[in-house]
């Protein structure tokens, strides 16, 4: 063999660093990649799922533009794995494929009120506010009270653009549609629920505190979710983050509030039962059930039943992978089912098939953790080489050639910059960037069409 042809689909950070890790790893054979992305601009959800006003998260952008820039991977966006080209048909192109396609949808919440109007997923307002072409460009933002579900950090980011006042986002990339929804919001609380106690959240302490600088927003804390100074003490001890956890909350227990304009509570031991729906078939409340720990560290209802007035539910409750024709998917965890980033269906290894980041190890972790699991999927890949398929059109050429036939409008690295100049000239030196939102605008001038 010349050359080891591998294709990566999904340009977020996993796909990313495998790519980077494919071309840096000790290896006896050439490496040529190509990476599919089926959105008309990289980085998965570092651009389309860290919030705007995390710009020090959205700088390690950066770093994956140096990766590509240094132009040895073979870039092709707007294009569809399953779709455009068939996972059967790269079989004729390649010698192994890894899958990096991340998790975009909402995990499910098992409660009755889903359907009613005023209750969102956290992936959806996401993915308006981050101005993800595929959502529509309007938000229904008429709700003053606001319930968010969910201990995690992703809850925090909806808590946190929900509460904000619009101005403290003028200097982020928001679109423009995304300032004016934001802007005609009448929200004066958010209310963040979470079924176990102030001691077991999953939410960073740099994520935490941040929601304490908010500027005219009061942190609401109820002393009855709180256990006493010995019980405290004990499940602090040993574990740095809950302790920092601790003392920020403590902080804002001892803050004197009532002056702000808006508020966000934080309500534990609260397990959602219900979003309740008026007449009308809107919600009007959440119902919930305190609950209580147990030894082995997990809750139970304890029979009250709670029920608070909202105009408006989001569930942020974790994300989930989407299958992939062609692709075994595992329907429980959402992910692509593997051992060390090999595909493999109850224990047999599916030859040329791997996975790596949210859809191989399930939609946990930051960004750094996608690069040790690349590592770990780039060296089983690099050491199955009786494994690997044959090609019937190794040649770099032949896929182009395939798009081309099917008329398939992709872009390229250089189309990438041209956006990224674009969006960034649209800052006007003032923002970063303003995102292009739609989809067919990102694609006429990532192309250069006019
Ligand atoms: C709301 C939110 C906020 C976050 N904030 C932070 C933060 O502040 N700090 C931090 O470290 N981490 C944060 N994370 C986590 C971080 O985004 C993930 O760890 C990381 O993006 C996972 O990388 P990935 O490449 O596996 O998946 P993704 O980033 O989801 O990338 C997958 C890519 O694959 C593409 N794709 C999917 N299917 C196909 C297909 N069939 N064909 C072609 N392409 C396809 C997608 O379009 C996408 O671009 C956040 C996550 C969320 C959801």
Same mark, same amino acid.
């Given at each position: 063999?010349?050359?080891?042809?591998?294709?990566?689909?999904?340009?977020?950070?996993? *796909?990313?660093? $495998?790519?980077?890790?494919?071309?840096?790893?000790?290896?006896?054979?050439?490496?040529?990649?190509?990476?599919?992305?089926?959105?008309?601009?990289?980085?998965?959800?570092?651009?389309?799922?860290?919030?705007?006003?995390?710009?020090?998260?959205?700088?390690?952008?950066?770093?994956?533009?140096?990766?590509?820039?240094?132009? @040895?991977?073979?870039?092709?966006?707007?294009?569809?794995? *399953?779709?455009?080209?068939?996972?059967?048909?790269?079989? @004729?192109?390649?010698?192994?494929?890894?899958?990096?396609?991340?998790?975009?949808?909402?995990?499910?919440?098992?409660?009755?009120?889903?359907?009613?109007?005023?209750?969102?997923?956290? &992936?959806?307002?996401?993915?308006?506010?981050?101005?993800?072409?595929?959502?529509?460009?309007?938000?229904?933002?008429?709700?003053?009270?606001? $319930?968010?579900?969910?201990?995690?950090?992703?809850?925090?980011?909806?808590?946190?653009?929900?509460?904000?006042?619009?101005?403290?986002?003028?200097?982020?990339?928001?679109?423009?549609?995304?300032?004016?929804?934001? $802007?005609?919001?009448?929200?004066?609380?958010?209310?963040?629920?979470?079924?176990?106690?102030?001691?077991?959240?999953?939410?960073?302490?740099?994520?935490?505190?941040?929601? =304490?600088?908010?500027? !005219?927003? @009061?942190?609401?804390?109820?002393?009855?979710?709180?256990?006493? &100074?010995?019980?405290?003490?004990?499940?602090?001890?040993?574990?740095?983050?809950?302790?920092?956890? !601790?003392?920020?909350?403590?902080?804002?227990?001892?803050?004197?509030?009532?002056?702000?304009?808006?508020?966000?509570?934080?309500?534990?031991?609260?397990?959602?039962?219900?979003?309740?729906?008026?007449?009308?078939?809107?919600?009007?409340?959440?119902?919930?059930?305190?609950?209580?720990?147990?030894?082995?560290?997990?809750?139970?209802?304890?029979?009250?039943?709670?029920?608070?007035?909202?105009?408006?539910?989001?569930?942020?409750?974790?994300?989930?992978?989407?299958?992939?024709?062609?692709?075994?998917?595992?329907? $429980?965890?959402?992910?692509?089912?593997?051992?060390?980033?090999?595909?493999?269906?109850?224990?047999?290894?599916?030859?040329?098939?791997?996975?790596?980041?949210?859809?191989?190890? =399930?939609?946990?972790?930051?960004?750094?953790?996608?690069?040790?699991?690349?590592?770990?999927?780039?060296?089983?890949?690099?050491?199955?080489?009786?494994?690997?398929?044959?090609?019937?059109?190794?040649?770099?050429?032949?896929?182009?050639?395939?798009?081309?036939?099917?008329?398939?409008?992709?872009?390229?690295?250089?189309?990438?910059?041209?956006?990224?100049?674009?969006?960034? *000239?649209?800052? &006007?030196?003032?923002? &970063?960037?303003?995102?292009?939102?739609?989809?067919?605008?990102?694609?006429?001038?990532?192309?250069?069409?006019?």
């Amino acid at each position: 063999m010349s050359q080891l042809r591998i294709a990566i689909v999904g340009a977020g950070p996993a *796909g990313i660093y $495998a790519a980077d890790l494919l071309l840096k790893a000790e290896r006896d054979v050439d490496v040529s990649i190509d990476l599919f992305e089926r959105l008309p601009a990289p980085y998965g959800l570092v651009r389309y799922g860290v919030a705007p006003d995390h710009p020090r998260i959205k700088g390690i952008i950066t770093a994956l533009r140096d990766v590509l820039d240094r132009g @040895d991977v073979r870039i092709f966006g707007n294009v569809n794995i *399953g779709t455009d080209i068939t996972v059967e048909e790269l079989r @004729d192109y390649y010698h192994a494929v890894i899958f990096a396609t991340g998790a975009v949808r909402d995990a499910a919440l098992p409660v009755p009120g889903l359907e009613l109007e005023g209750s969102y997923g956290a &992936a959806d307002f996401v993915s308006w506010f981050d101005g993800h072409p595929d959502v529509p460009r309007d938000w229904p933002l008429e709700a003053e009270q606001i $319930a968010v579900i969910g201990n995690g950090n992703v809850a925090l980011d909806v808590a946190r653009i929900l509460v904000k006042h619009p101005e403290d986002l003028a200097s982020t990339e928001i679109p423009a549609n995304v300032a004016e929804g934001l $802007a005609s919001s009448p929200v004066t609380d958010v209310h963040v629920f979470g079924r176990r106690g102030p001691h077991q959240v999953k939410f960073t302490p740099l994520e935490l505190r941040e929601l =304490g600088e908010l500027r !005219d927003v @009061d942190m609401i804390l109820d002393e009855a979710d709180f256990p006493d &100074a010995e019980t405290t003490a004990a499940l602090v001890a040993g574990n740095k983050q809950i302790m920092v956890i !601790d003392r920020v909350l403590r902080s804002w227990r001892e803050r004197e509030t009532g002056q702000a304009s808006r508020r966000l509570h934080l309500h534990f031991w609260a397990k959602p039962l219900e979003f309740v729906g008026d007449e009308a078939g809107r919600v009007r409340a959440l119902r919930y059930e305190r609950t209580a720990p147990l030894p082995d560290g997990t809750v139970v209802g304890t029979g009250e039943v709670r029920e608070l007035p909202v105009q408006a539910a989001y569930r942020a409750v974790g994300y989930y992978g989407s299958p992939i024709d062609g692709v075994p998917f595992d329907e $429980a965890r959402g992910v692509i089912p593997n051992e060390g980033g090999r595909v493999s269906v109850d224990g047999v290894q599916i030859p040329g098939v791997y996975a790596t980041g949210w859809i191989k190890r =399930g939609p946990v972790g930051l960004i750094g953790h996608t690069k040790s699991d690349a590592m770990e999927t780039v060296s089983n890949l690099l050491a199955d080489g009786e494994l690997w398929w044959t090609p019937e059109h190794p040649e770099e050429s032949a896929i182009t050639a395939l798009l081309d036939e099917r008329a398939v409008a992709y872009t390229d690295l250089d189309g990438w910059h041209r956006l990224d100049e674009h969006e960034i *000239g649209l800052g &006007a030196g003032e923002r &970063a960037r303003v995102k292009v939102v739609p989809r067919d605008e990102m694609i006429r001038i990532s192309r250069g069409e006019g």
